[in-house]
């Protein structure tokens, strides 16, 4: 747990540089929101305090915290790290940004799959959360090498849209907006795009009667 | 060149288009309820601002509200709150609230085209993944996160990158015992419940077509399901009789309602309009379907048999495997006969008064068997008067099922309706993750008529048989 929520990693990184963690692997398709974070804990009013139920069911026998569950991976103490990684169509399902909330506040500041869902990677960019699609291929390299070396290391350099596998120099290259890519290098959000931009707002409004 | 459904909604509502980035766009309608708006309210306020557009917003109360004694003040606490905390913000910002105990209350996605608040070629979003269920109208419907919903409350638009389009065609007349919740998780089994990410999918042919409005919204609902940023359907005669007289649609026969319906008629895709992908589906081909794993694309025609672990990729095993294991089921069974404890009608995906209707019209006569638990959770207030008017109530009751009042409920188990750990149910809603229906609980997905089918005969059944 942490106070990572809604804060930006990538601001002011000097140029050239990545942001090298070791990494946990989730290596599990199709992991949607209702595991990341079950409904029932979205009863809060605040966007704080997710992160201790994230992964909730999957983490302890009986809903209970006493009981956790020794072979899923965040009670692994063998693996750390700010780089979560899953398995293909990471985040789908349910619209619900909790699922980011949950993962931030954890204390991840990056998730990497082969494949995200839509409505969580822009919930993900909205928190300052860093999505990084690689290639099949790629992320199966990363599963194997975490496996073989639980302190393997990713590095994920932002500016120049690279990831790369740390012991082995490995690199792939990801997609991201110009637009976004800017709002997590300074750490804005697109309400303060929006509300700059009112006027025009109203004038579409009056023009589209 | 032509243009498709999608792009004459899409270009009518970007306000602009920011260069290398994604497009702001302009949202007509956007539905709230209690559970994903609160913060969104919150960072309001933080900031210091109004809700921009508040006549263009509509609440509603519905993901985490009982289903039984709703005149009482809710017993969970952190429910309570929440719903409380809705009607202090709605109050608070200018919102109209359809809350408990309001006529028009219901799932946000059941009261948005029943009251004609839906209309086509609206842009529509909501801080839910189903919301693509109001693309039935001929519209761009989206779910949204909460900081989403904060940037339509604070300027009523939003950034959004345009998605890749593809187009479904499901022609031909479909089969005995085969309605369209069926023809949607047929298409999910097909392509996979990531097969449209990334698209927009509008939904053509000749079988949707035919399909009333009702029909249409449980397709479209399930879009998400397939990973699709928002399904629709042209609009046509259907949609168009839907919403003539509807509370909040136009006056019939007014000016108003010309001048609309004349922009409606434009609302479909021209012929020579090109999609990204395209699907060609049989009618024909399809059977009562029902889901036998943890997420919608793992569905088979309920005759079929669950898949045997060498018809599975190598690299999907782990995945397969750890989902048949949490359903306590073996690769290779036929999954008609499975024993079943819970039935379960309701959500956004089949609570309207044609699915009560339907399944009313199929247990008439019957009675549910012993040991299973049915619940039907109508989708709004109007629908359970509806069905009490129509003795629909009366029917459910000589059959042991138990009509409860309106909500998501079961669906997501964020209120008491929950499955118990470890038991079966045969489900109408849209989702069978790990712990969607209560922790440990396993859901099997189908229509109205195949849950029906499994309330009468206590396990997994074929409806082609039980009918006439």
């Known amino acids: ?209 | 060149m032509g243009k498709t459904l999608f792009e004459k909604i899409w270009d009518k509502h970007v306000v602009k288009n920011i260069e290398g980035g994604p497009s702001v766009l302009y949202i007509d309608r956007h539905f709230i309820h209690e559970v994903t708006s609160p913060q969104a309210f919150g960072g309001l306020e933080k900031r210091g601002l109004k809700a921009f557009r508040p006549k263009q917003v509509v609440a509603t109360a519905d993901h985490n509200v009982p289903t039984l004694d709703q005149h009482l003040p809710i017993k969970e606490e952190l429910s309570r709150l929440q719903v409380q905390k809705l009607k202090e913000n709605c109050e608070k910002f200018g919102i109209e609230l359809y809350g408990l105990g309001h006529p028009f209350q219901g799932i946000v996605h059941v009261i948005g085209p029943e009251l004609g608040i839906t209309q086509p070629g609206m842009t529509i979003v909501c801080g839910d993944s189903h919301t693509s269920t109001h693309g039935a109208f001929g519209c761009m419907a989206f779910g949204i996160g909460t900081s989403e919903v904060e940037m339509v409350l604070a300027t009523q638009c939003l950034m959004q990158s345009k998605p890749k389009l593809m187009r479904i065609n499901v022609e031909g007349t479909l089969n005995k015992g085969v309605v369209s919740k069926d023809i949607v998780l047929y298409i999910i089994s097909k392509i996979s419940a990531s097969g449209a990410t990334g698209y927009a999918v509008e939904f053509a042919g000749s079988a949707i077509r035919n399909l009333s409005m009702e029909a249409r919204m449980t397709i479209c609902n399930m879009s998400i399901e397939m990973g699709a940023r928002c399904g629709m359907i042209g609009a046509d005669e259907t949609t168009f009789n839907y919403i003539k007289g509807r509370l909040f649609a136009p006056p019939a026969g007014g000016e108003e309602w010309d001048k609309a319906l004349a922009y409606w008629k434009t609302l479909h895709t021209d012929e020579d309009a090109v999609f990204d992908k395209e699907i060609n589906i049989k009618a024909e081909d399809i059977e009562p379907m029902i889901t036998y794993g943890t997420n919608p694309g793992m569905g088979i025609g309920v005759t079929g048999h669950v898949p045997a672990l060498n018809e599975i990729d190598e690299k999907e095993k782990p995945s397969f495997q750890k989902s048949l294991q949490y359903m306590g089921l073996q690769p290779g069974i036929n999954i008609k006969g499975k024993k079943v404890d819970y039935v379960f009608i309701g959500s956004c995906t089949n609570s309207r008064i044609e699915d009560l209707r339907m399944v009313a019209s199929f247990v008439k006569g019957k009675k549910k068997a012993d040991d299973v638990e049915v619940w039907i959770v109508p989708g709004s207030k109007q629908v359970e008067k509806q069905a009490m008017e129509e003795g629909i109530h009366k029917i459910f009751e000589e059959a042991g099922f138990m009509l409860r009042q309106p909500g998501c409920s079961a669906c997501l188990a964020m209120n008491e309706d929950k499955i118990p750990a470890g038991k079966y149910a045969v489900s109408t809603s849209n989702r069978n993750f790990e712990g969607r229906q209560g922790p440990g609980a396993r859901t099997f997905l189908a229509s109205p008529l195949t849950a029906a089918a499994a309330a009468i005969t206590g396990e997994v059944a074929d409806v082609r048989e039980m009918m006439p």
Request: proline share 4%; glycine share 6%.
């Open chain 1, 1 to 209: 747990m942490s106070d990572n929520n809604n804060k930006s990693v990538f601001q002011n990184t000097p140029s050239g540089n990545g942001f090298k963690s070791t990494v946990v692997p989730i290596a599990i398709e199709n992991v949607d929101t209702d595991q990341i974070i079950p409904a029932r804990f979205l009863k809060a009013t605040s966007r704080e305090g997710f992160g201790k139920n994230l992964f909730r069911d999957w983490r302890y026998e009986n809903d209970d915290e006493t009981q956790p569950k020794k072979d899923f991976v965040l009670n692994n103490p063998t693996y750390t790290g700010k780089i979560l990684v899953g398995g293909k169509n990471f985040g789908s399902g349910s619209s619900r940004e909790h699922a980011a909330w949950a993962i931030k506040d954890y204390g991840f500041d990056v998730v990497v799959s082969s494949f995200f869902a839509d409505i969580f990677k822009n919930n993900a960019l909205n928190n300052f959360l860093l999505p990084v699609t690689v290639s099949e291929g790629f992320l199966h390299k990363i599963f194997a090498a975490v496996e073989k070396d639980p302190k393997t290391e990713l590095e994920v350099n932002l500016p120049e849209q690279t990831i790369t596998l740390v012991s082995t120099g490995e690199k792939e290259s990801f997609d991201i907006n110009n637009y976004k890519k800017t709002c997590l290098l300074n750490g804005y959000d697109d309400i303060d795009y929006l509300l700059s931009m009112k006027q025009t707002i109203e004038e579409f409004e009056t023009a589209n009667k």
